[in-house]
């Protein structure tokens, strides 16, 4: 687990709220805290969509960002910035295979991941990306992780986003 501090908050936020950046994860929890407390679980519905919506849109288990991204953003958007948001991020189970071979981690199978996390805090005027990944196996092997911070961090360095790591 690696925490991400944000230098640039509005270029991150920008990134976050108004561009594609990261319309590809799906969205396992979305808190957002301004004069209320709004709280978004990404999990789908089952039977709210048909068979052939859910294939049209893309959607498996989870919303993707690119789905609650403007509902989050008409949240936050103001004059006053948002007490706090929260918003955990997973990468899609059909990229995890790409990310395993990218990483050199193919000992890993993706049946063993759980997720692959980035957990977005915003609060007090601080933003930090934390990195998590969930296995359903028992290893001491940390290479996963690892490889798992280093994704994170290479993520928000292509996005332009400047940020200081440092292990939790």
């Not at 196996?137 to 490889?147: K, W």
Request: proline share 3%; charged share 25%; glycine share 8%.
């Amino acid at each position: 687990m690696t925490a991400l501090q944000i230098e640039e908050i509005g270029a991150f936020t920008r990134k976050l709220f108004l561009e594609t950046a990261f319309d590809g994860f799906w969205v396992k929890e979305a808190v957002i805290v301004t004069f209320n407390r709004f709280s978004i679980d990404g999990r789908i519905r089952p039977g709210f969509f048909n068979e052939e919506e859910l294939e049209e849109m893309g959607i498996t288990e989870y919303a993707l960002w690119r789905q609650l991204r403007p509902i989050c953003f008409s949240l936050i958007k103001g004059k006053r910035l948002p007490e706090s948001f929260q918003i955990t991020l997973q990468l899609p189970k059909n990229q995890e295979e790409i990310f395993l071979k990218e990483k050199g981690l193919e000992h890993y199978r993706p049946e063993q991941i759980s997720g692959l996390y980035l957990h977005i805090r915003y609060e007090g005027g601080d933003l930090k990306c934390v990195t998590g990944t969930s296995l359903t196996v028992f290893t001491m092997d940390r290479a996963l992780e690892q490889g798992w911070d280093e994704y994170a961090a290479e993520l928000l360095k292509s996005m332009g986003i400047a940020a200081i790591t440092s292990t939790q």
